[in-house]
């Protein structure tokens, strides 16, 4: 077990054929210039690093989202995101890439459309988009192009969008999906680092005998209710302790908001989303989308169902949640240990009869798995 959680040697990111330039360093570059970008939105302020800041270990501190204006779930992490299948807290994206294009055009969030996308990519990384991608369209082509449309903005932006030809069309959403690609490949690059409970495994395993006193006795106490009686290592297993699964955790809705059914809807919407990994900007042949292909839709578990979020780092990113409902891990293991039932669908826990001591144990283990966020700044890549 203690080897499936801390496998001793970095994790390296799964291939995604979906996606050619996964793993370029030139489209790295591009991408990091574009998740620094504020200029890719509506008010001129938001960047994809508003919210997923990098000295936050990728997330805002705060209950949920906010861009233009507040939105419905909490940010994710972003370092431990490329090892799952799915994005989104209800998995509504099948890749980096394309979860990508959603904050872009999300009103709450930077509130921009794809028209705008590719003439920012025009007017400002023509050079480094070029040396990636088929070429973007030219100038005098562009000025066809409206401003701002896209088929599902708003009103306006959709009826502009359904002005424009077809070969129009289709080269802004090729523009657009690249431009998913290259902040994909930007984090890729963005690692999970080991943290104190790696030092402890890697000690326990070393043949010279390593210090395995790097743990404490609370904190080894709680390692062992996290597999045992807390049934916690059920979902939070493997080197990111999380399945990659979701599940039904019976995590109340926020006050004065209807319950969010998450992966029930998540998933409908990933096996329609037109850049999915069998949609026509995808780079994988058909037969290498399993994940599509055997995805589950219409079962019953999947209502109120989340994302097993990765606990690496975990202690650093209160609140908890898919909408920060839970202030602090005290509040968090309170909730596991009473398993109240689902406001929608049902919940997967059963009561643990945990003791107080045992619950701080298990919170004293968590914060064994801090890591030290992965160094980056703004920087542009050469234009
Ligand atoms: C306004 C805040 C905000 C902005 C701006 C924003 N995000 Fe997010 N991000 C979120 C929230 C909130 C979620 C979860 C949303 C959901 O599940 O519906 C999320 C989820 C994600 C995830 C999924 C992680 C996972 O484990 O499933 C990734 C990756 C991500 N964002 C990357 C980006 C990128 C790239 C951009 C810029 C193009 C961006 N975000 C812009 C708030 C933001
Ligand atoms: C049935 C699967 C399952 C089990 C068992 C489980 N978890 Fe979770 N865990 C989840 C899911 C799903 C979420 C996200 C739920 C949501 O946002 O509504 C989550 C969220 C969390 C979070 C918040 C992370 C964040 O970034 O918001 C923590 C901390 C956590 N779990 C710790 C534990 C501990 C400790 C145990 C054992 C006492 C445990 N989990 C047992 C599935 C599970």
Not at 111 to 123: D, S, W, Y
Not at 176 to 187: D, L, Q, R, S, T
Not at 261 to 271: F, I, P, S, T
Request: aromatic share 8%; net charge positive; proline share 8%.
């Amino acid at each position: 077990m203690l080897r499936m959680l801390s496998p001793g040697a970095a994790l390296a990111p799964p291939a995604d054929p979906s996606n050619r330039v996964a793993d370029d360093p030139q489209a790295a570059a591009l991408g990091r210039s574009l998740f620094f970008d504020a200029g890719l939105s509506d008010n001129g302020k938001v960047s994809c690093a508003s919210c997923h800041q990098p000295e936050r270990g990728f997330t805002d501190g705060l209950p949920v989202g906010r861009g233009l204006s507040d939105g419905a779930r909490r940010t994710m992490p972003v370092a431990s995101a490329v090892h799952s299948p799915w994005q989104f807290w209800d998995g509504r994206a099948d890749s980096l890439w394309a979860q990508a294009l959603g904050p872009v055009e999300n009103p709450a969030e930077h509130g921009f459309t794809r028209t705008q996308v590719a003439h920012a990519l025009a007017a400002q990384y023509r050079g480094p988009y070029e040396r990636l991608f088929p070429a973007l369209p030219a100038a005098h082509d562009l000025q066809r192009i409206p401003q701002r449309a896209s088929p599902v903005g708003d009103a306006q932006a959709r009826a502009a969008w359904d002005r424009m030809a077809a070969a129009d069309q289709r080269a802004v959403n090729l523009a657009f999906a690249n431009f998913g690609k290259a902040i994909a490949a930007y984090e890729r690059t963005l690692t999970v680092q080991p943290g104190r409970f790696d030092r402890y495994v890697a000690g326990l395993f070393a043949q010279t005998g390593g210090s395995a006193g790097a743990l404490s006795t609370d904190e080894r106490a709680g390692l062992r209710l996290f597999i045992g009686k807390g049934q916690c290592a059920n979902c939070h297993n493997g080197p990111l302790f999380s399945n990659g699964g979701f599940a039904n955790t019976g995590v109340p809705p926020r006050p004065g908001h209807a319950p969010d059914r998450g992966r029930d809807e998540g998933v409908r919407k990933a096996l329609n989303d037109p850049f999915n990994c069998k949609g026509a900007f995808s780079d994988a042949p058909p037969a290498r989308c399993d994940e599509l292909e055997f995805a589950v839709t219409d079962s019953p578990e999947q209502v109120g169902a989340f994302k097993v979020p990765s606990l690496r780092g975990v202690s650093q990113r209160a609140p908890y949640m898919h909408a920060g409902q839970l202030a602090s891990m005290d509040q968090v293991l309170d909730h596991y240990n009473r398993a109240p039932a689902s406001a929608v669908g049902h919940s997967e826990l059963q009561p643990l009869g945990l003791t107080s001591a045992e619950r701080r144990q298990i919170v004293a283990f968590l914060r064994t798995l801090d890591e030290t966020t992965p160094a980056t700044s703004p920087r542009k890549a050469r234009r």
